[in-house]
């Protein structure tokens, strides 16, 4: 079945760093490929996505490239904020007929001023 | 447009009693889930709908029911709430169900649910 692996967190940040946090996935079929953020106390929104191979999806500073041949999605920004601390979760929704998209488990980042 | 909304914010409830947690959308999405979230499991699927009077089990289905009457509404239901329920639940609704290239997923707040 599909399956998605984020790294595990907490990634601990000072403000200005460069994050990345990678995520790999398994899937049948072509899926589109997702980042949610959840800040705390709130529920998930749609941080970028990207729908095929070598599709950039960009949002808020944050990017993410479709690489297919490495089957991953990893989420880049080059000077992350104090503001960016929250839970990431990376997602797929498969085109081979499942009707459930499939979550990471989330990565915690903290950054401190 | 509200989006994806839920009701109660918060909630404790004695173990054994029953409650029914709301969430409506007003996107007209087809596909609506519930989803429970704990520390360190991720989100964890526990019902969810491809349309109204469609309703089918997830990841963790025991201890809750569900129904789908019309489009906009999805209640969850606690049929005798135990100390393993207490955790966030969160409603989440899309376009269409899996296979769209468009199919984000929107999610409502959250419910806080304590069961003592």
């Known amino acids: 079945g599909d399956s998605v692996t984020q790294m595990e967190g907490p990634v601990t940040l000072s403000e200005e760093a460069f994050l990345t946090i990678n995520c790999t996935y398994t899937a049948t079929g072509y899926p589109s490929l997702f980042w949610y953020v959840q800040y705390p106390g709130e529920g998930l929104q749609l941080l970028l996505k990207?729908?095929?191979?070598?599709d950039k999806g960009s949002n808020k500073g944050f990017e993410a490239t479709y690489r297919k041949e490495t089957t991953s999605f990893h989420l880049e920004k080059g000077s992350v904020q104090v503001s960016d601390s929250a839970v990431y979760f990376c997602?797929?929704?498969?085109?081979?007929?499942?009707?459930?998209?499939?979550f990471g488990r989330g990565t915690s980042l903290i950054v401190h001023p | 447009n509200a989006g994806v909304t839920q009701t109660p914010k918060f909630q404790v409830l004695k173990t054994g009693q029953s409650m029914t947690l709301q969430c409506a959308q007003d996107m007209n999405h087809e596909y609506m889930s519930w989803y429970r979230q704990d520390p360190g499991m991720g989100l964890r699927l526990i019902h969810y709908?491809?349309?109204?009077?469609?309703?089918d089990q997830g990841e963790v289905p025991n201890g809750y029911n569900v129904s789908r009457s019309t489009t906009e509404d999805f209640p969850l239901r606690l049929l005798s709430a135990a100390p393993s329920q207490t955790s966030v639940y969160f409603c989440?609704?899309?376009?269409?169900?899996?296979?769209?290239?468009?199919?984000?997923?929107?999610f409502g707040p959250g419910t806080r649910l304590t069961v003592l």
């Open positions: 989440a609704s899309s376009y269409q169900a899996g296979g769209s290239v468009n199919n984000e997923q929107f």
């Open positions: 990207a729908t095929k191979a070598d």
């Open positions: 709908s491809v349309g109204a009077g469609i309703t």
């Open positions: 997602a797929l929704d498969s085109s081979g007929g499942s009707y459930i998209p499939t």
